[in-house]
């Protein structure tokens, strides 16, 4: 899957996850996630159910907590892993993340969704200043394969600084 | 969170979902899910790390993994969902889902992603034609809230229809 050439010295490289999800009649969905790979395939089991109040068995969370945490988590990875990229001493950090939606619906039609924002707010301890903090947050944002297939302007970042927060 | 005026019959509603992160200083991420409601909040433990191949110790799934789980789930529950409000009789259905991504990297610098295509691979056991079926899949499009955060025309749906396969 890596690519390179001695006139391009750009590396490119594939992710693959799949997903195989089986519905039999209720809100609960079972689904197992694939990550594809040359070393093999792992495989995990993810179901997904809907809370009691809406209708579902509550056997398993929400779809959109795995939504959210898969953002949350691929974003911070892309901390860890950039900050040694780019030399920057990060020890613990913690990442806030804010998913809010609304939904609009006439009668009894289907509903129609629409994102408001996701609010990532970021407090990393760190040897660096503001600047180097603000630098490893925008390398986090364009390394994360979550972030980046979300519709543009949706994400956005602060940076924790003294007691207030800087908008990134 | 629902307004509902005599003078406007649409029904507004919103969803959030919060995700507190913490990262000690390898790939693992902790995470806590945490569903706002007025009913009260619900918390979930959905941790990620990554595979020992690229420096982690795969103690958690991957954060791709919960993102695909996130799109699929959500989209399979608006199908059973709007299937109801549509009025389609839908026994069981499956949901095949490719999330695929591609990075570039030049040299030592934190690298670059890119979504190429999420690809839903919807067969429905329901008691309706196909067009009734891609009238449900697009109702499910418009309402699934993972769906609708997404880059646009990144997910594309098709529908088994016989031996093959039909773009909705």
């Given at each position: ?74 974003f911070a990875t892309h ?45 990393l301890n760190a040897g ?41």
């Amino acid at each position: 899957m890596v690519e390179n050439t001695v006139a391009d010295p750009t590396i490119r490289f594939e992710l693959k996850f799949d997903a195989e999800a089986r519905n039999e009649g209720k809100y609960r969905t079972d689904i197992t996630v694939i990550r594809r790979s040359r070393l093999g395939d792992e495989h995990y089991d993810m179901p997904t159910d809907e809370g009691q109040a809406v209708g579902g068995d509550g056997t398993a969370p929400w779809p959109l907590c795995y939504f959210a945490s898969g953002l949350t988590g691929c974003f911070a990875t892309h901390l860890r892993m950039f900050a040694k990229h780019l030399d920057i001493p990060l020890n613990d950090f913690s990442v806030s993340t804010r998913c809010h939606w609304e939904a609009r619906q006439s009668g009894a039609a289907p509903y129609q969704a629409t994102p408001i924002a996701f609010m990532l707010d970021i407090d990393l301890n760190a040897g660096t200043d503001d600047a180097g903090k603000i630098r490893l947050i925008r390398a986090a944002s364009h390394g994360c394969f979550a972030e980046q297939s979300m519709k543009p302007g949706l994400v956005k970042h602060r940076l924790k600084s003294g007691g207030g927060w800087i908008d990134v």
